[in-house]
């Protein structure tokens, strides 16, 4: 008896030893967790801000409105939630939808005044009995120094109690900054694409008609050689002049540099020397379109153009680990470093513009460390240099 009472015994502790680790464990983890409301409160607002935002983040339509919405009424505690721009109601969340052309009406004249409005029971008069609507917060959706062209409605079961103003307010202010970076993010976009046509439109005065007159020597000396050089000619602009695509590859732009090199080679003859030493596993390297050819560009019409007897251009492109090292370098005629700067300044014959176009890129795209460096000096030439990621999240070639 003794004995199955002592391994009763031994039993009961052993179960009262895992509990105790059990209940430690548990008391761990909440000190790891959220272990207060207050903590659970933040938690939960932040996480409901960082749903709302990402569809913002998009720009304001009727399919972003609708996804973020929902997650904005919950941020500000009402019975209903709207995004009306100048037209329409984007979307709309929870109850009172069936005042929507007063909110409409009410959100104009919000727009017009560029200022809040609180709405009373008698501004949405109603004869439905299950209707909650007695009042509504409308605040435009503007950010930092720009006209809101769309307001935030927060629908009130009562009169608008000065908490639930405040915080549409907020709320529209905070959708509104999301909304500004969504436009920042497109300007951005529209100007990377502004300025590859600024490029384009540099190629062509500077080099379409020094290509047709090279090519136009050697139609009745050597026809053969004159078509070769118009089928080059062809391939090179259509690369140039192409519609779809704000990266490329690097073994892209050297293609269409070789086309570019060997009519600009068909020009100067034997005074025109190249060099190429490119590391084959960087070939399929992302960059910005047109990124590379204005540093030959560059190299050739204002290097060597200038430098009596032979000129060399040497490209070389190696692996760096995570990067790829590209430099362009000329033997040319170099110019006083004081003069040139990547700032935007230019000389009076635009000499530059694609360099400093390329820095911008370059810049926009990988960050401010990323831009290019350049060394030169009256007489010893030029070396233009660009470090490139292989690999980019943004860069899609």
């Known amino acids: 008896m003794n004995g199955q009472v002592g391994s009763v015994l031994a039993v009961v502790a052993v179960l009262a030893a895992l509990a105790a680790a059990v209940v430690a464990v548990l008391r761990l983890r909440a000190r790891r967790g959220i272990a207060t409301a207050m903590q659970r409160a933040t938690y939960d607002v932040l996480h409901t801000a960082v749903l709302a935002a990402e569809p913002l983040r998009a720009g304001l339509t009727p399919a972003t409105a609708g996804k973020a919405v929902r997650h904005l009424r919950a941020l500000v505690g009402s019975v209903g939630l709207a995004i009306v721009d100048e037209d329409r109601c984007l979307a709309y969340d929870g109850r009172g939808a069936h005042h929507e052309q007063e909110l409409i009406a009410a959100a104009h004249r919000t727009v017009r005044a560029q200022r809040s409005v609180v ?55 905070w959708a509104g900054s999301q909304l500004a970076v969504a436009e920042l993010e497109s300007s951005r976009e529209r100007l990377a694409r502004a300025e590859v046509r600024a490029l384009r439109a540099q190629i062509s005065p500077h080099f379409i008609y020094n290509a047709l007159t090279a090519i136009a020597s050697f139609v009745r000396t050597d026809p053969e050689r004159a078509r070769e050089l118009i089928l080059e000619f062809a391939e090179f602009t259509r690369y140039s002049f192409r519609a779809h695509g704000e990266f490329t590859t690097l073994a892209e732009e050297l293609r269409s540099i070789d086309r570019y090199l060997t009519i600009e080679r068909a020009r100067f003859g034997d005074r025109l020397q190249v060099r190429l030493q490119i590391a084959p596993e960087v070939l399929p390297v992302g960059l910005p379109f047109l990124c590379l050819q204005p540093l030959v560009e560059n190299a050739v019409r204002h290097g060597l153009s200038r430098k009596p007897g032979v000129g060399m251009v040497s490209i070389e492109a190696r692996d760096a680990g995570a990067e790829c090292h590209i430099t362009v370098e000329d033997d040319g005629v170099g110019m006083d470093p004081a003069v040139f700067t990547l700032d935007g300044s230019d000389s009076e014959d635009g000499q530059h513009v694609g360099l400093v176009n390329v820095d911008e890129r370059l810049r926009s795209v990988f960050g401010d460390h990323h831009g290019l460096v350049v060394e030169t000096a009256p007489g010893s030439g030029t070396k233009v240099s660009m470090r490139v990621p292989k690999f980019h999240p943004q860069v899609r070639a």
């Open 119 to 173: 709405l009373n029971e008698s501004d949405l008069v109603c004869d439905r009995v299950d209707c909650v609507a007695r009042g509504a917060v409308i605040a435009p959706l503007g950010g930092p120094g720009g006209a809101a062209k769309a307001v935030l409605i927060a629908v009130s079961d009562g009169q608008p109690a000065p908490g639930l103003v405040q915080a549409t307010l907020e709320a529209a202010r």
